[in-house]
């Protein structure tokens, strides 16, 4: 074979196989490597380790595409000076991504505006950027969509495909009360997850409060035993950052109509892990 002909069959071969990165930078690595001098077994070399960093940056880019977050936040980005409830140890220590590696679960209770879906999105980030599979959803979509699955037929289905990931968010539990169906499929969430793979969840509700959410206090103890049993929880106080940040650039507190539930109990939250 001549070299045009190997020329041209290895950037056929490299494009049928999908390597277009390589395919793409082989030229400029020939010339370059003809001039400096270089081994063949330098220039492959160069070559191949562009090709494994661009797929692991596009594998990383698809990943956090099919989690669904509705917004970007990143851990780097949450001021812990503004938020002292927060202990930024324990954050950093779930940011290792052990808990998805041991299948526990992390709770983030605190009011709203208080950084409970940025620290849920900041470590959802994290995982699919450690290679996990993760998905974002609100609680009450998720549960909207797999009633919408029963009543066509394919709610084991659409179950199984919730419950796979790695690393699950459900996030802004409480805001709405549930009805006794979407109850029990959240329970069947749980049941499903519990010991095998790791799930998030946020709420404005403490504990004692997701019997009410729940509407059923006896159907509450048992997700709760579950979800807790091995647990991480990070209660929130204070107030919202946003109306904060707002006030401090002169903009006067705006009055927030109550579209939900958001009763603060006198009780307060504790920290407890
Ligand atoms: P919620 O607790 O209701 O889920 P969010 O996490 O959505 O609240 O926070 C509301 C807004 O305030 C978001 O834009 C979020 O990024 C920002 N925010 C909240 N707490 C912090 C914080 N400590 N540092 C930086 N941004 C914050
Ligand atoms: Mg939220």
């Known amino acids: ?51 494994r960093k661009a797929r692991q940056t ?84 998720a549960l909207r969509k797999l009633k919408e699955a029963h009543e066509r037929g394919v709610g084991e289905r659409a179950l199984r495909t919730l419950c796979s990931p790695k690393l699950l968010i459900l996030d802004e539990i409480g805001y709405l009360p549930w009805d006794k169906e979407s109850a029990h499929l959240f329970f069947r969430i749980v049941e499903n997850r519990y010991e095998r793979v790791s799930t998030i969840f946020t709420s404005n509700k403490v504990y004692s409060e997701w019997g009410e ?11 709760l035993n579950r979800i807790l049993h091995h647990s991480t929880t990070v209660n929130i106080k204070g107030e ?7 006030r401090r650039a002169g903009t006067p507190t705006p009055v927030i109509p109550m579209e939900t539930p958001m009763k603060e109990k006198p009780r307060g939250r504790t920290t407890e892990e």
């Open 1 to 51: 074979m001549t070299g045009n002909l190997a020329y041209e069959r290895l950037h056929a071969n490299l494009q049928a196989m999908g390597w277009l990165t390589l395919e793409r930078n082989l030229d400029g690595a020939l010339e370059l490597g003809t001039k400096e001098e270089r081994s063949f077994a330098e220039i492959l070399d160069g070559l191949v380790e562009q090709e």
């Open 58 to 141: 596009n594998l990383i880019e698809l990943r956090l595409r099919l989690a669904g977050f509705p917004v970007r936040k990143t851990l780097e980005e949450f001021d812990y000076k503004a938020q002292p409830s927060v202990d930024r140890k324990t954050i950093e220590e779930l940011a290792t991504m052990r808990f998805v590696h041991s299948a526990e679960n992390v709770l983030f209770l605190g009011p709203a505006g208080v950084g409970n879906t940025h620290l849920a999105i900041g470590l959802g980030r994290g995982a699919a950027r450690a290679g996990l599979s993760v998905t974002y959803t609100s609680a009450g979509k």
């Open 213 to 223: 959410v729940l509407g059923d206090p006896v159907l509450a103890s048992a997700v």
């Open 240 to 246: 919202s950052y946003r109306l904060r940040t707002e």
